[in-house]
RNA sequence: GGGCCCUUAGCUCAGGUGGUGAGAGCGCACCCCUGAUAAGGGUGAGGUCCGUGGUUCGAGUCCACGAGGGCCCA
């Protein structure tokens, strides 16, 4: 027997009790176990840091990396979720750098790299308490037990396996490049780290005069918005193609790009000359400063085709320390090579009136001193977006470091190749942003100038400068000539390895570098199983994994290092489908921050609303890759219009099924057999499951989400409310049998169906609708199989002659609104039109039209032309093909013909013929449609073919049933006001004017069946309760008694 | 400056391959129902489909240009 269920439901509350079900009775272990030895489906789980709290945006992450790996368990997959911990590099050192109050490398390795790193590994589990509180209470499924660790040697031992594999490629080098650089945190930053963090920022934007060697009253106009970088200015560059001017100012002559006249030059000016920039080349002009002197030939112009005239003077300023192309020019042309900038930033005393001075701070200092020498032409400010460190939000310097490198652009083609191999969701991530950075590659820079982190382990003779790339722990004892005691595949510890160089049998010393932390986690495919030394089937098992899904903002972090990884070691994807979420915003669409204060606290959602309100919400909110605006009253919305239907419905069934001692243990009544309506949900039923395993099969969770929210509306507000009387009458025939063993096939099926989205109210569903009958029945929903589609059951013919039916209800009702109407009136008749001839075979639909339109009888005719008048609209679908160029004669030529006279001609003849000026033109009934109003005493309603007219008059014997069911709705409410029970016996009493007591004799029986009066009596003596009614305008004094 | 995405009702979103009174939910107004009831249903009002051109007999849909927003890259 089923548990009766309250109607007032407490989601959070549920949800506790069903965590602690699970947590009981290992449900997650159990779905685990039940499937091992199937064919595995296999889930990457992103590590994320957890040194930091939980988010809104994990929730998102979480949610979706849950419901796949749910359903396809569900399909019969084993799919193991190991859960792993990102604890390496900058945010972690940076946490532990502010608890020390450290502010530099120099603090740090006084405080002790040993200790330091100790103080970071403690600090990298500090809110998992948190992390797993967060992750079990939204029903995220992972193995949090046996979690991978980037710390660990094991993990590490693994990183240096990789390595070495893209060692011995050949694959890895060492040289001087500008790399985006944080003065900060005193190392260079990854492409995919810079991508992380560009803000909008003001910063200076000058315009130098650069003074022509020999002519001082002409100069080079110059514009920069780094002014820092001046002092080590060695070159100009211009486009070769360019044309430059050269323009006369006051006293002073300037040269400039034409195009850029308007914009860089303030005030009057006239040119006095145009030449090309090739024309330019090898001018020379007097340095800004005199800080060093050059071993080479500098300060001339130079041709460069990455000038453009888009903004500035198209004249660049090259500093070769500081810049990309400025770098490379300087190789080309051998060019001064001047670096003044110590490593936190601040310029060195080669330079020194701002010796010390971080250079940005010196930028104001700088223009300074120019506009005092007269070199000054404009300084302003200019907002762009800038770099700045994804952690410690200093802004970055382009800086000349020697860096290791993977030769990320040799594999490019490759990269792009597996890219064609990934199912992206969104699909445009693919070809788009993706596809995009893939293309634009640039070489990994791999080294950090840092602590805590995998150690690179490159080994240099300091004898011969052999290099050697080791591989594995075994191989560096074999090699080692002295070991620290305490080892670990940390810094310092590592830096005490001495090997024996294999060459000249020198000594060979760790280079001092550790590696990009994106490589820790991109690496994770092989490390988590400390591939190749340990579980090497486990390992070919789970490669490549069919699922990854992760925020956007990995796509070049975690999605890049990721596919970066496996292109080098294995050439090809190592995750055949991945999900790229959209971030989640507030309800204006901002980006939650901070600083904004409109950050929502998951908790604040999962206490109040719950876990599976929120991820119903993600999921059908919009599709993922469409950023989501999140807002407590959103939720609650999906939480009325989805959940609590689902829940009314259940708790529905779950009453009747009390009352009537209604178990689904004996013989169900056979499909064919049950009434239509029954048939009717169980084709939708099984139309749905096939609709969402498609969509689940596809990854379109949003869709599949749509679909059951249809589904339960339909049966809530269709399937429920057409068959209310089904369950309460008293007789328990085989209608009722039915009744009830359709709708226990939908909740339980949509139990199932939903689990993967929402586990938790699935589950209540499950463990009342089928555990408490069946106690041989899997413990748990997530223990069932998915429900497959019986092809069988889907009767289309039955699913689209309902939509019709509901069609011509729905179009009924419009014409009794517009007709003022009210349902509780009863009608004549209701004249029907339809193209759906399928309905005349059904009187169980023409029976449910007129109950639903309150009428006496339903006449399906196929000639309105007693009811209505018509007008004829051509139907441009299809007379546009075939007409064409010529369409507009026609529908000018059916416009001017009567339509009674056309639509007389296409009902008898099948065609009507029209005239026009190019000769006649037949036009068919499909061709047209006929648009219609209801004649005097009738009103209609039409649409797509469907007509409804209802006759309006009104019979004395139509207003009196009108008025028994008036009067029994206002008895029902006067039941309701006594405070009966509704399976109370009345005796009802009455006392009116003759009209009312007239209606009440007649329909005597009607009313006492409706309010389950036994007796009834005029008078109003023994009344417990009694009330003046109004009906339809007539008085009378009711009363009402239970009978005990 | 470039790339990707977005712009449809007050709000949140649907609108394969172009077909002509543009849809849903929420909100609002009015009405209905009352044995799921601190629920439910119906009807309606509400839209320059971001703008401008173009292709076409016909454009929310295709093309071009532009505007605004978001993300990313220079």
Known sequence: MFKKVSGTVNFPSLEEEILQFWKANRIFEKSLAMREGSPSFVFYEGPPTANGLPHIGHVLARSYKDVIPRYKTMQGYYVPRKAGWDTHGLPVELEVEKELGLSSKRQIEEYGVERFNERCRESVFRYEAEWRRLTERIAFWLDLDNPYITFKDEYIESVWWILRQIWEKGLIYQDYKVVPYCPRCETPLSSHEVALGYQTVKDPSVYVRMRVKGQPDTSFLVWTTTPWTLPSNVALAVHPDVTYALVQQGEEKLILAKDLLGEALTGPFHILEERKGQDLVGWEYEPLFTFFQPDKKGWYVLPADFVTTTEGTGIVHLAPAYGAEDMEMGRRYDLPFFHPVDPAGRFSEEVPPWKGLFVKDADPKIIEDLRRRGLLYRAETYEHTYPFCWRCDTPLLYYAKSTWFIAMTKVKDRLLAANETINWIPEHIKEGRFGEWLRNVVDWALSRDRYWGTPLPIWICASCGHRHCVGSIRELKEMAIRMPEHFELHRPYVDEVVLRCPRCGGEMRRVPEVIDVWFDSGAMPVAQWHYPFENVEEFQKT??????????????????????????????????????????????????????????????????????????????????????????????????????????????????????????????????????????????????????????????????????????????????????????????????????YTLYEALVTLAKLLAPFIPFTSEALYQNLVRSVDPLSPESVHLTDFPKADPTMINRDLLEVMESTRHLVSLGRAARNRAGLKVRQPLQRAVVLTKDARLLQEPELLALISDELNVKEVKIVEDLTPFVRYEIRPRFDILGPKYAGRLPEVIAALRATDPLAVTHALTHEGRVILETREGPVTLFPDEVEVRIEGREGYVAESEGGDVVVLQTQLTPDLIEEGMARELVHQIQQLRKEAGFEVADRIRLFYQGDGRVDEVIRKHFGYIAQETLAVEIREGVEGAEVTKRLDVDGYEVLVGVARIT
């Not at 600083?595 to 719950?610: A, C, E, F, R, T």
């Not at 689902?646 to 069934?653: C, K, M, Q």
């Open 543 to 740: 490669f490549p994994a069919d699922y990854i899904c992760e925020g956007i903002d990995q796509t070049r972090g975690w999605f890049y290092s990721l596919l970066a990884i496996s292109v080098l070691l294995f050439d090809q994807t190592c995750y055949r489908n991945c999900i790229s979420l959209e971030l989640v915003l507030d309800a204006q669409g901002q980006k939650m921050s901070k600083s904004k204060g409109n950050v929502i606290d998951p908790w604040s959602i999962l206490n109040v609303q719950g876990a599976d309100a929120l991820r119903w919400y993600f999921f059908t909110a919009s599709p993922p890759g469409i950023p989501k605006r999140l807002s407590p009253e959103a939720v609650t919305d999906v939480l009325r219009r989805f959940l609590l239907t689902l829940w009314n419905v259940y708790v529905f069934f779950v009453t009747y099924a009390v009352v009537d001692g209604f178990v689904p243990t004996g013989d169900a009544p056979p499909v064919a057999k049950r009434p239509l309506l029954d048939r009717w949900l169980l084709s939708r039923l099984h139309l749905l499951v096939q609709e969402v395993t498609e969509d689940m099969d596809r990854y379109d969770v949003t869709s599949a989400g749509r679909a059951i929210e249809r589904f339960v509306d339909d049966l809530s507000n269709w399937y429920v409310r057409r068959g209310r009387r089904r369950y309460w009458k008293s007789e328990n025939d085989q209608d009722k049998l039915a009744a009830y």
